[in-house]
């Protein structure tokens, strides 16, 4: 706020250079002839950070499929996004993507992974001692110039 206040007040003097003192200050001309232009409409309230969140979303999902998700999210606590929207478009209230339910459940704090809308971890099993499990894979038919090699991997777990 001081730096801003600053700038301003260089860039307000009669014969100022405002490239310059852009350059000085790092900034931009754009975002400094806005820093001027809001400064002699508001004063120095105009110089307050002001949110980047757009004042409207009209791409966002309607209400009424909002709360259609959320309910059907509640009667079926292990189900994700896909399934979700495959029933809200079976029933007619909307077709949103399953991404966008996911994200309306993730919205609203609802708890997607093991219990739906979530790929597990892979869980590696272990044996406590050398030789207890051994695994076994065949990889297939690998042809070559002379004969057929039979690939086989062995991990002892």
């Known amino acids: 706020m001081k730096q801003k206040l600053e700038f301003v007040r260089l860039a307000s003097a009669k014969g100022a250079n405002v490239s310059v003192l852009c350059q ?3 900034i931009g001309r754009t975002c400094g002839h806005k820093l001027l232009s809001r ?14 969140r757009p004042r409207s ?22 189900w994700g996004g896909r399934k979700i929207a495959r029933v809200l478009v079976r029933e ?9 339910v996911t994200g309306i459940l993730r919205r609203n704090g609802i708890e997607l992974g093991t219990s739906g809308g ?10 406590a001692a050398p030789n207890d499990l051994w695994q076994m ?7 070559l110039r002379c004969g ?10």
Do not use: N, W
Not at 118 to 127: D, L, S, T, V, Y
Not at 148 to 157: A, E, I, K
């Open 118 to 127: 979530g790929a597990q971890p892979f869980i590696r099993f272990e044996h």
């Open 39 to 52: 400064y002699r409409i508001e004063g120095e309230a105009g110089l307050v950070e002001q949110s980047r």
């Open 92 to 100: 007619g209230i909307g077709t949103p993507a399953a991404s966008t």
């Open 57 to 78: 979303s009209p791409a966002r999902s309607a209400p009424e499929v909002e709360a259609a998700a959320l309910a059907v999210r509640m009667a079926h606590p292990a």
């Open 137 to 143: 894979d065949f990889k297939g038919h690998v042809a």
């Open 24 to 26: 000085r200050f790092g």
């Open 148 to 157: 057929r090699l039979h690939p086989l991997t062995v991990l002892d777990d």
